[in-house]
């Protein structure tokens, strides 16, 4: 509970800080020390009646510490905003957005941008913004501390409209490592995805005009929907196919095709507008036998055309599949195994166990699974895929 409640606050105690004092970087540091003092003390002596004052009163003190160690000269310039109070946080206010557009600086590359928030408003582990990433830790560390160094001194404003693409792109990979955790016992993150939802919408009130943000919130609530069926009694993995739809959260879904049904009609086309199309054909899919995979086929054409990528290339497969069968589906696979991105993802191996066992290869498709099972780092997946290999021994 403890670990959870400083998993929800820690970016918010970020954000008044960073109002605050201005410099990021200490100030992720300071807040890093407060939330590591609270996991000691909170478990024997309670959490606070005000948790997310504690944090910042503690962080606020350690900041002020490290201002105390600077040379005589800086001692003295700020001696007067050390005398002064920490203001009080206001009852419902919360920066969480603003400090996601400082993240998004237009300074930081794309590539930074989206780490650095992944980091400190999503508090994932520079391993696991790895994954997301397809690229070494090593890669994310420096990203990371690079970041943070050029961030000192920078305003703290809210987002404006030259922001909003890294911020939306920042939304979707903090939602996607809570839907599919990337590693861990855990196949959600049902505190990450309820964040990004929550952010996007709060997004969505001050862009109400944009057929992105529109776009990207419905796939999220479309997605979040199937959440409910994504997991057994046991807690293990239900794949799509197989899920037991009327379990689907049916408000979520009745709002995410009314949102990309809008979007569509007034919008110029983006690629958050088709992953949100065609999660809606699957979402009206009465059964898994029912999906119109010709429409979701022509979707994933039109993505990659727009936003090409390795995961987008691996979906489309599996439609191709579904639509001219599992060996052209298979030639597709090769072809696009060959993306370094690809490279030892288990992902790969396991959309090739899936073709192969349409394809009737169950040895194939076995090996494939075991493949997979191996490379993934969340503990469902793996679960799932073993149980799957299982399944085909001693059939083919």
Known sequence: MTEELLRALAPQVLAALVRRYGDFDACEDAVQEALLAASRQWPSSGVPDHPKGWLITTASRRRIEQWRSDTARQRREEAVALAEPVDPVPVGVDDTLTLLALCCHPSLSGPSQVALTLRAVGGLTTA??????????????QRISRAKKSLRGER???PDPSRVASVLQVLYLIFTEGHTASSGDALNRVELTAEAIRLVRQLRVSRPDDGEVAGLLALMLLTEARRPARVSASGG???LALQDRSLWDSSLISEGVSLITEALARY?????????????????????????WAQILTLYDLLRVVAPGPIVTLNRVVAVAQVRGASVGLAELDAAAEDPALAAHHRVDAVRAHLLELAGDLVGAR???????????????REYLESRAAGLSGLG
């Open 128 to 141: 696991e913004i790895a994954r997301a990433f397809l690229v070494p830790e090593s890669t994310i560390g």
């Open 156 to 158: 703290f404003v809210p």
């Open 237 to 239: 993995l239900v794949p």
């Open 268 to 292: 110029p086309v983006g690629p958050y507008q088709l992953q949100a199309a065609i999660a809606a054909v699957h979402a009206e899919a009465a059964t898994a036998s029912e999906t119109d």
């Open 367 to 381: 090996a494939a699974y075991l493949a997979a099972a191996r490379r993934t780092l969340s503990a469902p997946e």
